[in-house]
């Protein structure tokens, strides 16, 4: 089938899915104006026309057919290399769909015990590449006293489970949380949120079903109005993209459409395939929010007239030793890659680990460095139509005045992105997502311990120490 178009993804969004957003039931998705901006950003996907863009966002497949590299499924190093530099143009609806990479990462392992579930696998993966959908990582319980499994919750529905086997499938009860772009692809991919014990069996389930299936429900939020001009706010005017809440209420899913039912085993394996490739998602972003924060604080430093002072050297290079290190860190997990059994290529896992371990932890202290360099105007610069008024503007342009030749609104552009990029409607939700997007920091610790070389550090203190190891018999 032929690469998608912008206007067939437009009217395929018109399948009388079932989505609401501010108490409101949107019956079309494509004439709302709190879709203006989210399907703009979708479209950036499809943006086949732009001959250089296309040789980087598509690929041909076995049979020589032409797919979004998203689909592809990296070989080599090269294939790694493609696919990371292709993310910086996708954009997050196509991001989301890298879930199938999580899914055939771990397809071997699901072979062992269901082949059937297996070939489930294989075979949706090919038709949504050979249809060019977009897809969705859904996979968030909404979990209820975490201090309880989900079977002993006080509602049984707190956790996505199976409530139904029939012969020619499922039926699933529940909720999944934090779904970014659940309205606005065409499949949700559902995982369980964690591992399960045997009495947990029925939530341990995995499936893929078309968006608009009966009983499928969406309720959206976003951290932008729908809409914002773009010297105001340079960011969310162009970024705004909704998080669903997706309810499934009592869902049927053929058999042809499900990864797991109740091979409880084999759940952690699933909740945990999908944080490789959303934590690599991640640190390409670090990589360039890290550029951008030096620039903006090495622009906002000189048009105050301090870029040489110690303390805009001393916080600029702050900024820098975070960039550079998310920077290496990316090149190191590629450089060092791991391979599957079947031969996929992937980053590797301690090192995207440690990597996202860094940006999480590190990032709202180099927000602090940045506002510090800017000061108080990142929050009360006043607004573009104040500039642009015959009776405010000229206050504007003369106190707005700082170093020679700096031209006053390319200084307010420059703290309206700080602004936005960092303190309000966009920064607000990247403040939360650089910490628990690929799942919280613990996510990474507990990965960090599984894939380090624990055996030859102890080893070496051992041997560092002149002592022996301790019989573990």
Not at 53 to 59: A, E, F, P, V
Not at 134 to 159: C, F, M, N, S, W
Not at 161 to 188: F, N, Q
Not at 389 to 413: C, F, I, Q
Request: aromatic share 8%; with cysteine; hydrophobic share 40%.
């Amino acid at each position: 089938m032929p690469l998608m178009s912008k206007d067939a993804y437009i009217d395929s969004l018109r399948d009388e899915r079932v989505i609401f957003w501010g108490g409101e039931r949107i019956e079309d998705v494509p004439s709302h104006p709190r879709f203006r901006v989210p399907i703009d950003v979708a479209l950036r996907d499809y943006d086949y026309g732009d001959d250089a863009k296309r040789d980087l966002i598509t690929y041909r497949t076995e049979d020589g057919s032409l797919a979004h590299r998203v689909y592809q499924v990296p070989r080599s190093e090269e294939d790694l290399r493609l696919r990371l530099e292709m993310m910086p143009h996708m954009s997050i609806v196509g991001g989301v769909t890298g879930v199938f990479m999580a899914l055939l990462s771990i397809v071997d392992e699901l072979r062992k015990e269901r082949p059937d579930f297996a070939d489930n696998v294989e075979r949706l993966y090919k038709e949504a590449r050979s249809k060019d959908l977009r897809a969705a990582e859904v996979i968030t319980d909404a979990k209820g006293d975490r201090a309880r499994k989900a079977h002993e919750q006080d509602d049984p529905d707190l956790y996505t489970r199976i409530v139904e086997r029939r012969p020619d499938g499922i039926v699933v009860r529940g909720a999944k949380l934090h779904i970014t772009a659940a309205s606005l692809v065409h499949e949700l991919v559902v995982m369980p949120t964690k591992s399960m014990s045997e009495e947990e069996k029925d939530y341990a389930v995995a499936f893929s079903i078309p968006t608009n299936t009966a009983g499928v429900k969406i309720i959206n939020r976003s951290f932008a109005p729908p809409t914002l001009n773009s010297f105001d706010y340079p960011a969310s005017s162009h970024h705004s993209m909704p998080e669903g809440f997706v309810i499934f209420d009592d869902v049927f899913v053929p058999w042809d459409r499900v990864f797991l039912a109740g091979e409880w085993k084999l759940a952690g394996l699933f909740a945990s395939s999908l944080g490789l490739w959303e934590r690599t998602g991640g640190v390409v972003d670090a990589v360039e929010t890290g550029r951008i924060m030096v620039g903006l604080a090495q622009l906002v430093s000189e048009m105050q007239g301090k870029g040489r002072k110690p303390e805009a050297l001393n916080g600029v290079a702050e900024l820098i030793a975070f960039a550079e290190t998310m920077r290496m860190s990316l090149e190191h997990a590629c450089r060092n890659f791991e391979r599957t059994p079947s031969g996929m290529v992937h980053p590797n896992v301690l090192a995207i680990n440690v990597a996202k371990y860094q940006f999480a932890s590190q990032f709202h202290q180099m927000v602090k460095v940045l506002h510090d360099l800017a000061g108080g105007l990142v929050l009360t610069l006043p607004e573009e139509a104040d500039l642009r008024s015959n009776e405010s503007g000229p206050y504007l342009r003369k106190y707005m005045h700082a170093v020679k030749d700096t031209d006053v609104e390319t200084r307010m552009r420059v703290y309206n992105a700080i602004r936005d990029l960092t303190a309000d409607a966009y920064g607000g939700w990247k403040q939360v997502v650089a910490l628990q997007a690929g799942g919280g920091l613990l996510a990474q610790r507990v990965m960090m311990h599984r894939a380090y070389d624990m055996p030859g550090a102890r080893k070496a203190a051992l041997d560092v120490a002149g002592a022996r190891p301790a019989n573990r018999s």
